[in-house]
């Protein structure tokens, strides 16, 4: 990504950040997040891509230290490629979602998400109350 692609991805942020509330989720709103999901999720793929073939070849190492290092950088990459592998049906799922209208919206309440919580997870398909009710719900869970 080149400074000048991220100025103008910053400007194109405050823009719509600074659109009247009647202007939520406009044609203008869901093309910006149509092309920022499909550019996640060719980055993500590119990455799953590259971190494949880093695991498919691995270095002839002798010396212990550099082998438990190895490994330990592989199990790292295994986790990054799992949690990246997860993300790409939630981004298709989130494109489904535009093409419906009905990106941005709870799926539980139909309250809108909001700009600002969609531009740091724009796969986010809870506003921010019903998500924390359903982490609560999860930790009681998991507590007991």
């Excluded at 202007?23 to 203008?28: A, L």
């Amino acid at each position: 990504m080149t400074a000048e692609y991220l100025s103008q991805r910053a400007e194109q942020h405050a823009r719509l950040l600074a659109s009247p509330d009647e202007d939520y989720m406009n044609e203008e709103q869901l093309e910006f997040f149509k092309g920022y999901l499909l550019d996640l999720k060719q980055r993500t793929m590119l990455h799953v891509d590259e971190l494949k073939q880093q695991l498919s070849s691995p270095p002839e190492l002798s010396d212990e230290v550099d082998r438990a290092q190895y490994e330990e950088e592989s199990r790292l990459s295994l986790r990054i490629m799992d949690r990246e592998r997860k993300l790409l049906p939630k981004i298709d799922q989130a494109l489904t979602r535009i093409a419906r209208k009905e990106f941005g919206y709870c799926l539980e309440t139909g309250e809108p998400i909001g700009l600002a919580r969609l531009f740091i997870r724009p796969v986010s398909e809870y506003c921010a109350d019903i998500k924390l009710l359903h982490e609560g719900a999860e930790k009681h869970f998991y507590d007991e």
